[in-house]
């Protein structure tokens, strides 16, 4: 089992929707996680990181961790052609210095 | 914000050399950087963790040898990819934590390196 893992997509919303992103994880002591953008040819870029249980809301942004059920989920409000990237799904695990990427989803905001 | 930057942005060498790829923090001092790889489409995989004043410590599967990383200050790591061979052309991407921040777990990533090997 991938330690991180979520769709591929990729994802299609039309411009205004929400985008619903989903990601899983193994390691049922990870205690970070951390949403973040890339572009193409680009590094990617902090979004939201959640430590809690519950939603973090961070302006069309908001975040939804349930420990138990080992998974984390971002949503996208009044998606916008510019939020078309990849979104990468990063979770500390109990090792501290070590945070696992998901092979990420594409989503795509058709206008 | 926290910024990182690498040197250089891109490289094309030939096959047999070696290339250092530079991170550094800018506006902070980072203990711990973290040195990744991309291939296209396809998500990062963390090379190694690069801990100021000491040896780095690799991934299973990533050669010490051929990756030579050096974290000799609190705001400069190096990569050195030695004897470079096509199948190292990759999108090597660092990424830094800023240990004094009340939030120590976040990392700000660099904007990456694009080694071509020819």
């Known amino acids: 089992q991938k330690e991180v893992e979520q769709n591929s997509g990729p994802l299609s919303v039309p411009e205004g929707a929400i985008a619903s992103l989903n990601c899983t994880y193994s390691?049922?002591?990870?205690?970070?996680f951390f949403w973040y953008r890339q572009y193409s040819g680009k590094s990617p870029e902090l979004i939201m990181s959640?430590?809690?249980?519950g939603d973090k809301e961070d302006g069309r942004f908001t975040a939804q961790l349930n420990k138990a059920s080992q998974y984390v989920s971002l949503l996208i409000r009044d998606s916008q052609p510019s939020d078309s990237a990849t979104y990468l799904c990063?979770?500390?695990?109990?090792?501290?210095?070590?945070?696992?990427f998901g092979p990420g989803t594409s989503l795509s905001v058709i206008p | 914000g926290a910024v990182v930057s690498q040197h250089p942005s891109w490289v094309i060498c030939k096959s047999g050399t070696s290339v250092k790829i530079e991170c550094r923090s800018l506006?902070?001092?980072?203990?711990?950087m973290f040195w990744y790889r991309q291939f296209p489409k396809q998500s990062l995989m963390l090379m190694a963790t690069?801990?100021?004043?000491?040896?780095?410590?690799?991934e299973q599967g990533v050669e010490k040898d051929k990756f030579l990383i050096n974290h000799a200050s609190l705001t400069l790591s190096t990569l050195t990819v030695t004897s470079a061979h096509p199948e190292d052309s990759s999108f090597y991407i660092c990424?830094?934590?800023?240990?004094?921040?009340?939030?120590?777990?976040?990392?700000?990533f660099g904007p990456g390196t694009r080694l071509t090997v020819l």
């Open positions: 990424s830094a934590r800023d240990h004094l921040a009340s939030s120590t777990d976040t990392q700000y």
């Open positions: 390691d049922r002591g990870s205690q970070s």
């Open positions: 959640i430590y809690s249980n």
């Open positions: 990063a979770v500390r695990g109990a090792s501290y210095d070590k945070v696992i």
């Open positions: 506006d902070f001092q980072a203990t711990t």
């Open positions: 690069s801990n100021e004043g000491s040896k780095a410590t690799y």
